[in-house]
């Protein structure tokens, strides 16, 4: 049996040149693998079923974070005995996930971790809404940056990680500020905000260091709460860069392995920059849940 199923985003190139690439790579590495370039949510859990059913436990996700979610999605609905393993090959706008972890934002130099033993416990996300049950595992949120996501979805793909940039010059003057009701854990926020993040990692939208102190292994959330005016949404957009946005008054944080969010009016979610919809949202840390190659 081949080692790895290797799910490669066939929008991350042409079908045919992303698969011949990462055949290429995977090669020099001398690593066992099936390819597959699957369209869409429904075909890559396909692939993953048909994996699992075949004993397999070992999946490389090749494309972005939102290919990454769709390959954790689809692990995610089977029953483990131990945690599946995860590899990464970042191609097309590039993963922030793998930033955490070191790992290089070029497919040929990060398919050198995927030979040997060495994996990394990690949590993984459950949010639940209006939308039913997704899973995620980088970084998700609610408000103005979802729906910066959302905006930046109808922008050209050859803009990159280039259009959340683009695009928060378009939603923040319009986004509405909300009175929100956040329980994390035995805390609890009331109180206007422009956003509410919950990390499981550090790093999204092309490098910004959105929950610094983020640990993918500890069986918590790393929450902000941005108490902001639309006026201060830009200066801390600019901080978030490096991850500086911490020590800013109008930014609360909190820690907790479940949460619970109300706004008024009601505010988009999004994770892993894949817009989910929009409502109140519940989330659960699944501690342990995966491995990931490093």
């Not at 974070?65 to 990464?88: R, S």
């Not at 983020?214 to 200066?235: E, I, N, Y």
Request: a positive charge; proline letters at 5%.
């Amino acid at each position: 049996m081949n080692d790895w199923l290797v799910i490669a985003n066939p929008y991350a190139g042409r079908r045919k040149e992303i698969e011949q690439r990462t055949r290429r790579v995977l090669d020099a590495q001398r690593i066992d693998a099936q390819i597959v370039a699957p369209y869409g949510e429904a075909e890559v859990r396909e692939c993953v079923d048909e994996a699992v059913a075949a004993g397999r436990d070992r999946v490389v996700a090749v494309g972005g974070d939102g290919t990454i979610n769709l390959v954790v999605g689809a692990l995610m609905q089977h029953q483990w005995e131990q945690p599946p393993t995860l590899g990464v090959l970042p191609a097309g706008s590039g993963s922030d996930f793998v930033r955490t972890f070191g790992i290089s934002q070029r497919l040929e130099e990060a398919a050198r971790h995927l030979n040997g033993a060495e994996v990394y416990r990690s949590d993984v996300g459950l949010l639940r809404g209006r939308w039913g049950e997704r899973h995620f595992i980088n970084v998700g949120d609610a408000g103005v940056l979802a729906a910066l996501v959302k905006r930046a979805e109808r922008l050209p793909r050859w803009l990159g990680r280039a259009r959340y940039h683009v695009a928060l010059p378009l939603v923040y003057p319009r986004f509405p500020e909300a009175e929100i009701r956040l329980v994390a854990g035995r805390r609890t926020y009331e109180g206007p905000a422009m956003l509410v993040v919950f990390g499981n990692a550090q790093f999204f939208g092309g490098g910004w260091n959105i929950a610094p102190r983020a640990t993918v292994s500890d069986g918590l959330f790393d929450m902000q709460v941005f108490k902001a005016s639309k006026r201060d949404v830009p200066r801390l957009w600019l901080r978030a860069k490096n991850g500086d946005h911490l020590k800013d008054r109008k930014v609360q944080r909190f820690s907790a392995d479940r949460f619970t969010l109300e706004t008024s009016p009601e505010w988009p979610v999004e994770a892993d920059g894949e817009f989910f919809g929009s409502g109140p949202v519940e989330g659960e840390i699944l501690a342990g849940a995966i491995n990931i190659k490093i």
